[in-house]
C-alpha cells in the first residue's frame, strides 16, 4: 500500500491587508504553526510545512478561523503530497 497520501508538504504566504498591526498578526499566525507537531521552517515571504496530512489541513482551518476575527487577509497555500515528504521519520513510501 502506498502512504504518500499521508505525509504532505505545505507552503503558506499569510498576507494581512489593510492592518495597522501586521507584524503582530503575522506572530500569531506563526504561533498557530509552532503549536502543531509538524516540521515547519520560517522564511522570509512564506513557512513551509512537512507532516500528517490531516495536521496539515486542520492547522490551515485552524489559521483560517482563528485569523478572519483579526484582521482581513489572503493566504497563498501550496501544497504537494512528494515534494519535501522525505524527513527523518517519515513513513515508508512507494
Known amino acids: 500500500m502506498c502512504l504518500v497520501e499521508e505525509v504532505i508538504s505545505c ?3 499569510f498576507n ?3 492592518s ?3 507584524l503582530g498578526e503575522i ?3 506563526l504561533h498557530i504553526i509552532r ?3 509538524v516540521e515547519y521552517s520560517i522564511g522570509i515571504l512564506s513557512t513551509s510545512m512537512v ?7 486542520t492547522l490551515i482551518r485552524e489559521l483560517y478561523e482563528s485569523m478572519k476575527k483579526v484582521c482581513g487577509f489572503s ?7 512528494i515534494c519535501g515528504c522525505d524527513y527523518p521519520g ?5
Open 35 to 37: 503549536s502543531y507537531d
Open 11 to 13: 507552503q503558506i504566504s
Open 90 to 94: 517519515s513513513p515508508e513510501r512507494c
Open 20 to 22: 495597522r498591526n501586521y
Open 51 to 57: 507532516g500528517d496530512k490531516e495536521k496539515i489541513f
Open 75 to 81: 493566504m497563498d497555500i501550496k501544497i504537494s503530497n
Open 27 to 29: 506572530e500569531k499566525v
Open 16 to 18: 494581512p491587508i489593510n
